[in-house]
């Protein structure tokens, strides 16, 4: 027996989305059925749909998902009809490799099961994302909703929120770190909040002007307009950490004098190769480093989300219905929204 569910899919690259009927699996004795209430709309998202990335077709996008508990199987402890509950990037992973046991299932040796476009490490069933009225998922990879959050800017905490969280704890900021971001955007407001959040001096790279009285809002201290020589050379040897969201090949060299002794600019926002040219002078001189970071773990999330409803942070939004999702994608290509599109999922009955 299966869940009958309606959602969004692209069949096709490049495909407008459309109503799609699926099915979900039958409920195992450890899943936990939700309600789809919101979801976030990621730039992952775009990228699956566009077919930029490798994508199994049909596709239904969608993981910073915000629902309500409906059913629960006969082992389930942690959570009850009625909760309110969250599911990110991953639904599952191999359990037993390194990573898995250290609670950091995003670098599962085996590979995670992503939410959607990936197949089921059981049934080897599809995955299909939050772009639908419901889902299924392991007790382990459900995430409790703190009691005190707004539930519509909580969706992409799922996703932006602990893809900035994860370095910034493992960078081990603190209120004596000195912190810049690169990029003011879905990734980059949150990392802003979160960063601020955790006590840190925080400085916005950006290329453009007019984005001071904003970056100030979400808690900046400073603007350095990285297109100006004289401001990028007034912050050399300045930063601990850099968290670097852009999601597009860009060049590195500018920002690496920046970073202080031992310091580290991790890249959040890009997949692929960079500008083959990389001046290593300043890492060596330095003991500077570039790393990377992929989402987090579950227990991770869990710790940000309880962080972010004690600090009261949540993501800035801009609510659509689902039948807009196309024109969202548009504006998200020209950085036409601030910062981060969350879908109310109630408006799927329009399709019914």
Not at 37 to 45: A, E, N, R
């Amino acid at each position: 027996m299966t869940i009958k569910v309606l959602g969004y899919s692209a069949q096709q690259a490049k495909a407008k989305l459309a109503p799609y009927h699926f099915d979900r699996r039958d409920p195992r004795v450890d899943d936990v059925v939700i309600e789809i209430l919101y979801c976030g709309v990621c730039h992952s998202d775009l990228h699956h749909v566009y077919g930029d990335w490798k994508t199994h077709y049909p596709v239904v996008p969608g993981h910073e998902i915000i629902g309500r508990v409906t059913q629960v199987g006969n082992k389930v402890t942690k959570f009850k009809p009625g909760d309110l509950v969250g599911v990110g990037c991953m639904v599952d992973s191999c359990q037993h490799c390194e990573p898995c046991h250290h609670g950091l299932e995003q670098y599962c040796e085996e590979g995670s099961t992503l939410t959607y476009n990936s197949l089921d490490r059981h049934d080897h069933m599809p995955t299909f994302g939050g772009y639908s009225d419901s889902i299924v998922a392991a007790e382990k990879f459900v995430l409790k909703i703190p009691h005190n959050m707004d539930l519509k800017s909580a969706a992409p905490l799922l996703c932006a929120g602990i893809t900035t969280w994860s370095p910034l704890k493992h960078w081990n900021v603190t209120k004596n770190s000195r912190v810049a971001v690169v990029g003011l955007g879905g990734l980059g407001h949150m990392a802003i909040k979160l960063a601020k959040g955790l006590g840190a001096e925080v400085t916005l790279f950006t290329r453009s002007k007019g984005k001071e009285q904003d970056a100030i809002r979400l808690g900046a201290d400073h603007i350095v307009l990285s297109t100006d020589d004289k401001q990028m050379a007034s912050v050399h040897n300045q930063f601990d950490l850099i968290i670097d969201t852009v999601p597009s090949i860009h060049d590195l060299n500018p920002y690496i004098p920046t970073l202080a002794l031992n310091g580290t600019i991790v890249l959040v926002g890009y997949l692929g190769d960079l500008d083959p040219f990389l001046n290593t002078a300043p890492l060596v001189m330095g003991r500077k480093s570039i790393a990377g970071s992929l989402i987090g773990g579950i227990a991770e999330t869990q710790q940000m989300l309880d962080f972010c409803a004690k600090h009261n942070i949540t993501s800035d939004v801009e609510m659509i219905d689902i039948q807009y999702i196309d024109k969202a994608y548009e504006r998200m290509l020209k950085s036409d929204v601030k910062y981060r599109f969350v879908i109310d999922m109630a408006s799927l009955k329009k399709d019914k």
